[in-house]
């Protein structure tokens, strides 16, 4: 059997979410909702909401995001996201580790392994 579409976007964003939320917030401070919004134009990075604010606390627990509450003209305070230097440090060793790894698919796919 074929594995569906589905499947394969699941397995694959099981290992890269967290830092996909890792590099949106080394560019700025986010609220869940706007990251949740980046992360899902097409679908692919993260398919519902609902995976979002679990991963977001395990970031923050392992310390590589802290939170901080902030005012909003639109309704309630928003908690916002920020990384952390150590979040900075854990998205550098996976882009280190994502680019060996994605030009090493990338070589088999092709067959120039």
Do not use: H
């Not at 980046?38 to 606390?57: A, C, H, I, Q, V």
């Not at 509450?69 to 916002?80: H, K």
């Amino acid at each position: 059997m074929v594995p569906s579409d589905d499947i394969i976007l699941a397995n694959l964003r099981r290992g890269t979410l967290e830092y996909c939320i890792l590099a949106l917030l080394a560019r700025e401070s986010l609220y869940g909702l706007d990251i949740a919004r980046r992360l899902t134009p097409d679908g692919l990075l993260m398919g519902s909401e609902g995976t979002l604010y679990p991963l977001l606390t395990r970031l923050r627990k392992a310390g590589w995001v802290e939170t901080r509450w902030q005012e909003s003209n639109a309704g309630p305070p928003r908690r916002y996201y920020a990384i952390t230097g150590s979040g900075r440090a854990a998205l550098a060793e996976f882009t280190a580790t994502w680019q060996r790894f994605s030009a090493a698919v990338d070589a088999t796919l092709e067959g120039n392994q």
